[in-house]
């Protein structure tokens, strides 16, 4: 008996000590565990940039959401905390453009850049404009290359968020100076001279009226950068320094944007300097400024035959065999996207010239489109396309200026469950595809068989 009570205490006792070191060290590696997660989410959290604080609002209003009670309430409240997050972060990269350091200054100009391009801040622009310009201006005039270049593009999209108002128009004559100096100088940066050239013609496109004294001096100063492209005397094109073709190309292009603001007669003046002109740089070195210059031809012709229906070209004839000789180029030396680009681009200016046929193009954002439907149109869609990168429909979808633009009216307000109800759903898009596919692969077939006939 002895021995079995023995038994039944040692026994008892070395189980109860096994399970408390057991949670012991359970517990131990929990909260090193949790510290461990904990220094992982500090060293995240301070190597975040700030474009990416910006642009990750909504992720803070879900977080919100999380800790606050839900009511009727709660959604705006959500809503008005991730906006003033942002309003902060905001003003938080407007004081960095004050900052001593041109790696901090650049970092700033960048979050600034991508938040004007994915989000319309009109009323938080509206009372920071003048510090924004302000600081832009510096940056214009005492930075150096990149900085110049990024300062640019982000005051052509400060233009584009306040609108074609009074704000717009009075930013532009401030900075216009600055940008002319820049773009003027031959001795300055080539992508500082292209980024002043785009803002040049985006921001006097949006904030000047017709017949315009500020249209007028830009179509000037931008006609001087590219003409120096045109043949000379001899009827020879001059061989452009590295770096100058790009610069031609952005001038050409904001320079061709405000001629479709010009009156009939400034116009008329336009086709008849540059048109000749303008077909003998279609033998250009660079294939971009080729496309550019063929764009261009095509959207002169047409803003031409706005004027006169009857209005062609002079040499029709040497006009479309250069471009149906571009349109079928397979010269090797040049690069293979290169022909393909220049193919499809000249194909395109050959057969309006010819036939004044234009391939529709049908823009999607949201539950709306926009159509591309001539030269004009597609020079203005494609300058705010480069601008904006892949918030131009965002743009498109909710801010006034390029709604007006492009006769879309006000912007829709729609409700959760109209938008649910218009997506198209995985099985009717995989229904779709795969009809889409068979007619596709019965066409294919066809052109095989007749290519097979015809050997």
Not at 77 to 97: G, M, R, S, W, Y
Not at 136 to 159: D, H, I, P, W
Not at 289 to 308: C, F, K, P, Q, S
Not at 333 to 357: G, M
Request: hydrophobic share 35%.
């Amino acid at each position: 008996m002895p021995r079995s009570k023995k038994g039944k205490r040692g026994s008892s006792k070395p189980g109860s000590l096994r399970q408390e070191v057991l949670q012991l060290q359970l517990s131990a590696k929990g909260s090193l565990k949790g510290v461990r997660n904990g220094m992982k989410g500090e060293s995240a959290a301070s190597d975040d940039e700030p474009t990416s604080d910006i642009l990750s609002h909504y992720s803070s209003t879900s977080e919100t959401a999380s800790v606050l009670e839900e009511g009727p309430g709660s959604e705006q409240v959500d809503e008005q905390t991730a906006q003033e997050e942002t309003e902060d972060k905001l003003k938080q990269c407007i004081d960095n453009l004050m900052d001593r350091s041109a790696k901090t200054r650049l970092a700033a100009l960048e979050s600034l850049r991508q938040a004007f391009s994915s989000r319309v801040l009109y009323d938080f622009l509206t009372g920071h404009r003048l510090t924004v310009r302000d600081y832009l201006e510096r940056s214009l005039k005492k930075g150096v290359g990149e900085e110049q270049a990024a300062a640019a593009n982000v005051f052509t999209m400060l233009c584009i968020q306040l609108g074609g108002g009074d704000e717009a128009e009075e930013g532009f004559k401030s900075l216009c100076p600055v940008l002319t100096s820049i773009l003027s100088d031959s001795s300055a940066n080539i992508a500082a001279r292209q980024s002043c050239a785009r803002a040049l013609g985006m921001c006097c496109y949006v904030s000047t009226a017709e017949e315009g004294e500020d249209l007028v001096k830009s179509l000037a100063l931008l006609e001087s950068v590219f003409s120096s492209s045109y043949p000379n005397t001899e009827g020879t094109l001059p061989t452009p320094k590295p770096g100058l073709p790009g610069l031609h190309t952005a001038a050409l292009q904001a320079w061709s944007l405000l001629a479709t603001l010009c009156p009939t007669s400034k116009l008329t003046e336009l086709l008849e300097l540059h048109l000749p002109k303008l077909q003998a740089c279609l033998q250009s070195s660079d294939v971009n400024y080729r496309i550019a210059v063929g764009e261009t031809i095509a959207l002169l012709v047409e803003l031409g035959r706005d004027i006169d229906e009857e209005f062609e070209v002079e040499d029709t004839e040497s006009l479309c065999e250069c471009l149906k000789s571009l349109a079928t180029d397979g010269n090797k030396h040049r690069a293979k996207n290169d022909r393909r680009k220049q193919r499809s681009i000249f194909r395109e200016v050959l057969h309006y010239i010819e036939n004044e046929d234009f391939n529709e193009e049908k823009i999607r954002f949201g539950m709306e489109s926009v159509y591309i439907d001539g030269w004009m149109r597609k020079r203005i869609y494609d300058a705010f396309k480069e601008i904006l990168e892949s918030g131009v429909r965002h743009h498109l979808q909710y801010n006034q200026l390029l709604r007006d633009i492009f006769g879309l009216g006000p912007p829709l307000i729609l409700d959760a469950a109209t938008i649910k109800g218009s997506k198209i759903s995985r099985a009717e898009k995989h229904l779709f595809n795969a009809a889409a596919f068979k007619a596709r692969t019965k066409q294919r077939n066809k052109v095989r068989d007749k290519r097979a006939d015809v050997m």
